[in-house]
């Protein structure tokens, strides 16, 4: 009788499946690949030669084929945490987020000691902007291994954004005892001991991460902004160089360079409004009605009342209406509200308000152009044409489209030359009631009511402001 074919012993065959794993580590693929294969020859039931060749494809740039593998894998040996992790880590290349979230959390429960995984998994929560449960992931990283910065620095990083300034610094601080030339550290840092009460600190850190790193872009911002809030315009205007020399296509820096060396255009870019208030979004009516006392929407509560008595159902569009403070002055009256704003993150937090009929994001005068004639009965501008040095643009499309009878409701900040507008140094722009009252009356809106008041405070100091209301003949 013919004799069987050959088969390699169980330990043969594992000891070619080790040293497949050696050659790919070492990036000798093809030869890693050929193990292998020739071990899944010899037994095909080897899910360890399967998670190797998914390594291999891996670490070549090939997700969608190393995931195959490793999904081969895992059912063969459900119970064996990395490959829950190879797993997860293909997902994550697939941009399959939540799935490599679950892959890297069932690696976890297999092998709760499990630092690659726990730290893999606060990686992809922290950028995902799950900060709470990404430093969860990252403490228990560190539980494993108490010394790594790059974990540390996560961590710290997360803290930051839940306003944990204290833990997030003594995170840093140790990730910078560990690892002194790390420079995101000290970029993380800065901002934890700058809100901390340490604003000179945060200046040097920020200059020692860009000393290590010359094309670090967040630093050199970071720093620019930090210069600038400290009134040294040379060094801010020096940092805010060398981040365009790094993104020549950022319109925010842009502008505050441009203000600082007194170049005012008649408006703020697009760009620069829709980055700041994007950037400002999630926490903006905090910092609005706690830390600069704003009063504008209460302001114009009493101001247009009188008004607005007796006027119900009234088509009303809301310039510039960010988070929608200001849609609820008039809410109650409206048969329609339209907000418009260039910030897409502030539109999100407006909608969220359920109190506007139609969102846009747009530039104002833009968004009113494109209205028909005689749409509205009233146009709110509160706290919006700070952003706009020449009104007369918005104006004239905010005339056009009230009804006879409307009315258009704005905000400025005083300027006591009253016959004009000027740029000031924080890139806002302060008006003077003659030139508000001028253009209006160019535009065909009669001024009918005005005060001055209050609206918020800046530096511990109240900022004077100009309410009018105009109406449509």
Known sequence: PRAAPWRASAPFVAAAVRAAARLVHAGRF?????????????????ARAHYVLGLASLMQQRPAEALARMERARDMEPSEAQFHFGLATCLAALARTQDAIEAYRR??????????????????????????????????ALAVRPDEPLVLNGLGHCELALKRHAAA???????????????????NLSNAVARLGAPDRASDLLRAAVALRPDFLEAWLNLGERLYMRHDDRGAVQAFERVLALDP??????????????????????????????????DFDQRLTRDLEYRVPSLFASFLEPLLRGREKLRVVDLGCGTGLSGLVVSDRCAFLAGVDLSPKM?????????????????????????????????????VLVYV????????????????????????????????????????????RAYVEATAREAGLEPVAFEEADLRKEDGKPVRGLLFALRKP
């Open 30 to 46: 093809v030869e890693g690949e050929a193990r292998a294969t020739r071990a899944l020859q010899e037994d095909p039931r080897q």
């Open 107 to 140: 690696a976890l429960v297999l092998r709760p000691a499990y630092f690659e995984a726990a730290a893999n998994l606060g990686n992809l929560l922290e950028r995902a902007g799950r900060f709470d449960e990404a430093a969860d992931a990252y403490r228990t």
């Open 169 to 187: 610094a003594e995170a840093l601080e140790r990730a910078l005892a560990l690892k002194p030339d790390f420079a995101s550290a000290m970029n």
């Open 249 to 282: 296509s950022n319109g925010e820096v842009r502008y505050l360079r441009d203000t600082i060396l007194g170049v005012a255009p008649e408006r703020a870019p697009d760009d620069y409004v829709r980055r700041f208030f994007d950037r400002f979004a999630p």
């Open 347 to 383: 539109l999100d937090l407006a909608r969220e308000r359920a109190i506007y009929d139609e969102l846009a994001e747009e530039e104002i005068a833009a968004y009113l152009d494109r209205q028909a004639a005689a749409s509205f009965d009233l146009a709110l501008a509160l706290d």
């Open 389 to 432: 040095g020449n009104i007369q643009p918005v104006m004239r499309a905010g005339a056009r489209t009230l009804r006879p009878g409307g009315l258009f409701a704005l905000s400025v900040e005083r300027l006591d030359d009253a016959t004009g507008y000027r740029q000031a140094r924080t890139g806002r722009y302060a008006h003077g």
